[in-house]
């Protein structure tokens, strides 16, 4: 269930900051401290900040893995923790939020709401420059949660974190799959600045 509200804030977000480079960041040190090809059954997500680094394992069991059903409802508590990291969100803390979203996947990592708290952590952490981090997140949930409305989005950011890291090939490939699959003009259009964008690199 896509929460009232996400996807206006989200089209928010991308319209006014299809990249980064402009944004201050008081703290970029919430380190995701593996950055796999694909996603692993579990993602190391760190939740410290200033010249600390704890680090705390998210799982991510895919749906034959899972030992128990997934539930069919969202408990009041778990909505309470979502709700409080995209208020974190809302309110640009950035790193609270990312913080919160953690907590999130960590206590609930088969809830309902599991691919928005993936997408909106991995938000997060482009908003405040962690794009290692936001590669991390959005292949995570692009990867098991294949079938999330979010999975649009999620992939432009992929494109823009790795356009952010320089790895303008792999923005490149991203991009283009995208102007296949999706069907959403905004975010086409998004997609395709960016490309425009790439082209002045030489690619």
């Not at 079938?147 to 991203?174: C, I, N």
């Amino acid at each position: 269930m896509v929460q009232t509200g996400t996807l206006g804030l989200l089209l928010l977000f991308f319209s006014g900051s299809v990249y980064a480079q402009d944004l201050n960041s008081q703290n970029s040190d919430l380190d995701l401290s593996s950055q796999p090809a694909r996603a692993a059954e579990s993602v190391e997500v760190g939740t410290g900040s200033g010249s600390t680094h704890p680090v705390t394992m998210v799982s991510v069991l895919p749906p034959q893995k899972r030992e128990t059903p997934r539930p069919n409802s969202i408990e009041p508590e778990e909505q309470q923790v979502y709700d409080a990291a995209l208020d974190a969100f809302r309110m640009a803390d950035y790193l609270d939020a990312a913080q919160g979203f953690v907590t999130f996947l960590r206590d609930y990592p088969q809830s309902l709401l599991a691919d928005q708290g993936w997408f909106w952590l991995g938000e997060s952490r482009y908003l405040a420059r962690g794009f290692d981090d936001a590669v991390t997140v959005m292949t995570t949930l692009l990867d098991y949660f294949p079938d999330s409305t979010f999975g649009e989005a999620a992939r432009l950011r992929l494109g823009a974190s790795y356009f952010e890291l320089r790895q303008y090939q792999e923005a490149q490939d991203v991009l283009e799959d995208l102007l296949e699959l999706s069907p959403d003009q905004e975010i086409l259009d998004l997609a395709k600045a960016m490309l425009e964008d790439l082209a002045t690199q030489g690619y």
